[in-house]
């Protein structure tokens, strides 16, 4: 934790190129319900140590170890027949990416190398993207004769469009990182040297801004892209019934006429 309420999430298997395995996707998981839940936490930071993000599943077939004594067993890969293939992208795989952009706080993926099939769809669920010049990503699940089973295809779609789309995965392209700038799959590019001090720069801006109104507009932003124009009205709508009427609403306005810049999240504050 980062003040002021940034949670810092590193994959940190490097020598498997912080390759996912079933054990990591669960922890993961139960990370995100508890980033969730807890107050302190307003933003969320994702980045890999090493020479990748996540360069996808961990097919290198070596069990997890873990220091002392596990708390709970290891989990089976899910993958030996056609049930266990839909069981384990439902249960494990399509969480991860589900739990990512279902979460209100914001989400920022620093893509710090390799970002391939797994990390690249997660780091696409994110909310912002930032990444080093020297990163790579893709897809490319074609090149094993694989679909990008963890709701890959989805997030393109929406960042590209389907024609763009459409070339991105057929041609199993991975590109570098200024490639994803134009292509409108990254936010931002920087040096390697500048990308944790930019990325953390990112999330406190985003930290210090009025969190409620943030959190439901998150929500509403993506509801609209698959909402009818009737449907996002009613929607904002209701969520302003909740923003309009809460202290940071009067704190901004009242810094406005003061000419001053707002302190948000007092609500926040006295809760810490």
């Not at 439902?90 to 797994?118: E, F, W, Y």
């Not at 780091?123 to 897809?139: K, N, P, T, V, Y």
């Not at 393109?156 to 590109?175: E, H, S, T, Y």
Request: hydrophobic share 40%.
């Amino acid at each position: 934790m980062h003040d002021p309420g940034i949670c810092a999430i590193t994959f940190n298997t490097p020598d498997r190129l912080n390759g996912f395995t079933p054990e990591i996707k669960r922890d993961l998981i139960e990370v995100l319900t508890q980033v969730q839940m807890d107050d302190a936490t307003r933003v969320v930071l994702f980045t890999g140590e090493g020479r990748a993000f996540c360069a996808g599943d961990d097919i290198s077939g070596r069990r997890p170890t873990f220091e002392g004594d596990a708390l709970v067993p290891t989990i089976p890969r899910g993958h030996e027949n056609p049930i266990g293939t839909y069981e384990g992208l439902r249960v494990l795989s399509q969480t991860v990416n589900s739990a990512v952009r279902n979460l209100d706080k914001l989400c920022i993926a620093a893509i710090n190398g390799v970002a391939i099939q797994t990390g690249f769809s997660l780091a696409l669920a994110c909310d912002f993207r930032i990444a080093s010049s020297e990163a790579r990503m893709g897809s490319a699940t074609l090149r094993f004769g694989l679909l990008p089973d963890e709701g890959g295809q989805t997030l393109l779609v929406q960042l590209m469009g389907v024609g763009k789309a459409m070339d991105f995965m057929m041609r199993k392209r991975i590109v570098m990182a200024q490639e994803a700038l134009e292509l409108g799959l990254v936010h931002e590019v920087v040096a390697p040297d500048e990308l944790a001090a930019k990325s953390m720069e990112l999330a406190t801006e985003l930290a210090n801004g009025p969190q409620v109104a943030m959190r439901l507009l998150k929500r509403t932003i993506y509801n609209a892209a698959e909402m009818t124009w009737a449907h996002s009205l009613d929607d904002i709508a209701a969520k302003t019934g909740i923003s309009d009427h809460h202290p940071d609403v009067r704190e901004g306005t009242t810094a406005f006429r003061e000419r001053r810049e707002p302190h948000f999240n007092e609500w926040l504050e006295a809760s810490d």
